[in-house]
């Protein structure tokens, strides 16, 4: 049995409706899982077989299913710093993960979407992973979020017998494993009921989330924003002994042959257990036809060291490559006269706070800087959202004194690992960045655009863990080292002149 306790503008959006009548605002769910491979949920197009998600699976094929989508970043911190703030990490700092029991956090003039859904009467909660600042002006609570359960780091070990307790945890030695140390509840430490049972890290988020809408399901007045940031499948890979033997009765020959593989799928399984509760929840309470499900991962599957498919993409987490930044991603929402099928146009994790908060009747601050754009009406039309407007990529190496970089523009894709050699890709053609073809004149231009684009961004505010060494190789290096990366467009005077 397992158990958890849980303690009981820069534009004004037109949507008046939505503002004056809050049964018509929808709830929103987001499904965050956390290095999910491209090929390890059923609904892609090349889901390895070994790959068992049919609660996923059902919200896919009900709603509307995004075969380009991106998110701004290879890797986490970075990634989710983008998704909350809606702009290009890069120009705030925040191009490195967060350090463990790091001091840093995500510039606070930056406006969380979380804040401005509260503040137009959203009940806001968190539930899992957070990674985007551990002291207290950084934490979910004063981020937007009413509620806050799970881990302020970049991840956890999954079995609550490998947990530090509470009792045996002292918050000043930063020797222990942060993967270890106790998950929280709000600015308090979570309760430990049921960890002598050796509870599951993924069922319990699963618990809390379900218990967050059965609370807001009792105040019909004020819709929801639910954020299930699941850590799965991110390492350390380990699954339920029950999941591991169940999955393999119920895909037989199917199954990894490969015992890392296979404890990665059940951990999957293990989340899509955990939507169906999720689901289920939302069916009870009379809260799933009106609540708008978005589905991603933070990043691509890792590769090295790790179980993660992204077939049919190149390479994966940390590569500026297909597989590091398309992912898996759905809309479902029965009420939201979404069209059923897939939408083959580029959309980024950016645009999800403008829908959100357009949705929302919410106010945005004037002094608010989106890199996204509300592409709700061009998903019903069916139309490109970001017809001619490219999406930017960039993964500073420190160590190699190098930029992986690339643009995207109407599925056409430039990409450089730093050394001033660039590539074309045509995607719909060679999704697999394994031919590169010739660019013509127009799509030449796209590189001066994403040189124009790297006078946005700014020092980083920190590099991720000493041990890597990177910011002393930042400087050594004299990164970003612009010159490197385009050779051929490299002018001292860039920046000011295009000012």
């Known amino acids: 049995m397992r158990a958890v306790v849980i303690c009981l503008s820069l534009v004004l959006f037109s949507s008046a409706v939505f503002a004056n009548n809050s049964e018509t605002r929808p709830n929103i769910l987001v499904l965050l899982l956390d290095d999910l491979g491209y090929a390890d949920v059923g609904f892609m197009p090349n889901s390895e077989p070994d790959i068992y998600t049919p609660n ?7 709603g509307t299913v995004f075969s380009s989508a991106y998110v701004t970043h290879p890797y986490c911190g970075p990634s989710r710093a983008g998704l909350m703030t809606g702009r ?11 350090a463990d029991y790091s001091p840093h956090g995500i510039d606070t003039r930056e406006t969380f979407m979380s804040k401005v859904l509260q503040t137009a009467g959203y009940n806001t909660g968190l539930v899992g992973k957070w990674h985007l600042g551990e002291e207290p002006q950084y934490r979910p609570n004063v981020r937007g979020f009413d509620y806050f359960y799970g881990m302020l780091g970049g991840g956890h070990v999954y079995h609550t017998k490998d947990f530090v307790r509470v009792a045996d945890h002292k918050p000043g030695n930063h020797a222990v494993w942060q993967y270890k140390t106790p998950l929280m509840e709000n600015d308090q430490y979570a309760s430990e009921a049921g960890y002598d049972e050796n509870l599951y890290i993924t069922d319990m988020l699963s618990d809390a989330g379900a218990a967050f809408i059965e609370r807001n399901a009792k105040q019909a007045d004020k819709p929801f924003f639910l954020l299930m940031s699941y850590n ?17 009765k119920i895909l037989g020959g199917k199954a990894s042959s490969d015992p890392n593989r296979h404890t990665y799928s059940a951990m999957v399984y293990a989340v899509d257990r955990g939507v169906k509760q999720l689901v289920d929840t939302l069916k009870a309470t009379g809260q799933y036809d009106n609540t708008l499900i978005v589905f991603l991962s933070d990043n691509g599957g890792r590769l090295n060291a790790a179980s993660a498919s992204n077939a049919p993409l190149r390479n994966g987490k940390t590569s500026v490559y297909e597989g590091g930044i398309r992912v898996p991603m759905f809309f479902h929402w029965p009420k939201g006269n979404l069209p059923q099928g897939t939408y083959k146009h580029v959309v980024s994790s950016l645009d999800l706070y403008p829908t959100f908060t357009d949705l929302a009747g919410a106010t945005v601050p004037s002094t608010k800087i989106l890199d996204g754009k509300n592409i709700l009406a061009s998903v019903r039309k069916g139309s490109n959202a970001r017809e001619n407007e490219p999406l930017y990529f960039a993964m500073h190496q420190p160590d190699r004194g190098v930029n992986q970089m690339g643009a995207v523009l109407n599925n056409m894709k430039w990409f450089s690992s730093g ?14 960045e394994q031919k590169p073809t010739k660019a013509n004149k127009k799509q030449r231009s796209i590189l001066t655009s994403l040189y124009d684009w790297t006078c946005t961004h700014t020092q980083p505010q920190w590099f991720d863990d000493d041990r890597y060494g990177w910011a002393k190789a930042w400087e050594k290096n004299a990164m970003p080292n612009w010159a490197k990366t385009f050779p051929t467009l490299h002018k001292e005077q860039h920046c000011k002149s295009s000012k």
């Open 56 to 62: 996923i699976d059902a919200l896919a094929a009900q």
């Open 88 to 98: 290009y990490q890069h120009a705030f700092g925040s191009q490195f993960n967060l």
């Open 232 to 248: 799965a499948p991110h390492t350390p890979e380990e699954a339920k002994a029950e999941d591991e033997e169940a999955l393999r």
């Open 419 to 432: 050394n001033g050699q660039w590539y074309f890709y045509d995607l719909n053609k060679d999704i697999a």
